[in-house]
């Protein structure tokens, strides 16, 4: 074994490619010889991950978690954090134990919500957007007059999640100064629908734009719901896309309680960007009453479904525990402080340059580089960063813009 191995090393064999499916078996020192091939592979594309990329390296008390648990292939099917509610094996306890920590971590009342480990930011978007239709519908809006209102930032996938449940969408300017959505631009952007015979709005608001690390603004924003619904008989379900800063927000801000602001309806963040566990992580949290808008029984079992994907690994519960406990507050704002050093150190290193604009928010690892002058020599830094520049339109409250830009994201890879 050791011969094949240091064959495959020295000479970088990769699998060959094959698209037909196999007539007889492959012999397992191939198959082995291919993986090897592949891990040298990835090992070479991620030697060269620049300040672009996005999900961290996993710490080994997360991988060694599906390592072990792997051979078992634990299946979380169902809803284990709901109260009362007993867990009818070990990972599904230890997610039960995950959601309660976390709930705890934003402030939140463990008697009033609930939640569950997803695959990331877009299963759990989907869930929020399901979850807001029925939500609206059962207040006797049809789905013909609800619209989901989102910036030219918010995360690709909210886009997917109005296609699932089909609604159309509407772009609220960004603030010019801020860059977050825009509460007169908001404010606006609604009366306008309402003119058009929307009634039910569906908001997803971001901690965190993927590209910026900016946050919507939700006191402004809640303000601006509450003087439409004294004008207008509407409805609206809100919820925090807080994938990217929903495991840095808390940790330097011990006011952040998503849920003292009564129009949040669910709340979601990733594990594997900041969390260090393997790919995918991610955790929604939801006021409990919510969950009987979607429940479905599961006509040859005795318990009922109130997710989206139904069954779900029971690993990456683990995971997530194992890294918060590992850690605790004090180990997370530790990584935190750490990683904040060297994106103001980038920053500084740049700030002169005339031609570049930096934008970002002091409690987040993310940043856009933004070129001014395109006819600037910008490449260098993707040469040097590693970094995407990419020219996209973007709606302002001054107007359309086009922006040259690239995120950069101070993450230990």
């Not at 604009?357 to 580089?369: G, W």
Request: charged share 25%; net charge positive.
């Amino acid at each position: 074994m050791f011969a094949i191995k240091t064959y495959i090393k020295n000479n970088i064999l990769y699998p060959k490619r094959n698209n037909k499916f196999p007539d007889r078996p492959v012999s397992k020192i191939k198959i082995k010889a291919g993986l090897w091939g592949i891990l040298n592979k990835v090992k070479n594309q991620k030697k060269y991950t620049g300040y672009g990329h996005l999900v961290t390296y996993p710490e080994k008390v997360a991988a060694n978690a599906w390592k072990m648990l792997l051979p078992y292939n634990p299946n979380n099917l169902g809803n284990w954090s709901i109260k009362n509610l007993e867990p009818n094996h070990e990972t599904a306890k230890v997610e039960r134990d995950l959601i309660l920590q976390m709930i705890d971590l934003y402030h939140g009342n463990k008697n009033e919500l609930e939640g569950y480990v997803t695959t990331g930011g877009t299963e759990a978007n989907i869930f929020s957007a399901w979850l807001g239709i029925k939500y609206i519908e059962k207040r006797g809006i049809e789905r013909d007059k609800i619209c989901l209102i989102k910036t030219s930032l918010t995360h690709y996938s909210i886009e997917k999640a109005a296609d699932i449940v089909g609604v159309p969408t509407f772009i609220v300017p960004l603030n010019d100064k801020t860059w977050n959505m825009d509460a007169w631009g908001f404010e606006k952007e609604v009366e306008n629908s309402i003119k058009k015979g929307k009634k039910g709005f569906l908001v997803p608001l971001t901690l965190g734009y993927t590209v910026t690390g900016t946050n919507d603004p939700i006191k402004k924003i809640s303000r601006s719901i509450e003087k439409i619904k004294k004008k207008h008989r509407v409805e609206f379900f809100i919820w925090f896309d807080a994938a990217l800063n929903g495991l840095i927000e808390p940790f330097l801000n011990n006011e952040f309680k998503p849920f003292s602001f009564c129009e949040i309806q669910t709340f979601l963040t990733d594990f594997h960007k900041f969390g260090f566990t393997p790919l995918p992580a991610g955790i929604i949290l939801y006021r409990k009453e919510l969950r009987q808008l979607i429940e479905k029984p599961i006509t040859y079992l005795e318990e009922k479904d109130n997710t989206l994907l139904g069954s779900r690994s029971g690993i990456a519960p683990v995971a997530c525990w194992a890294i918060i406990n590992l850690w605790g507050k004090n180990g997370f704002k530790r990584k935190i402080y750490e990683n904040l050093k060297y994106k103001y150190q980038f920053i500084n290193k740049i700030k002169n340059n005339q031609n570049l604009q930096i934008i970002t928010n002091d409690n987040s690892l993310t940043c856009a580089i933004v070129v001014e002058n395109k006819s600037y020599k910008f490449k260098w830094l993707s040469e040097v960063y590693g970094l995407n520049f990419k020219s996209e339109n973007i709606l302002f409250n001054s107007g359309k813009k086009n922006i040259l830009r690239a995120k950069i994201h101070f993450l230990n890879h």
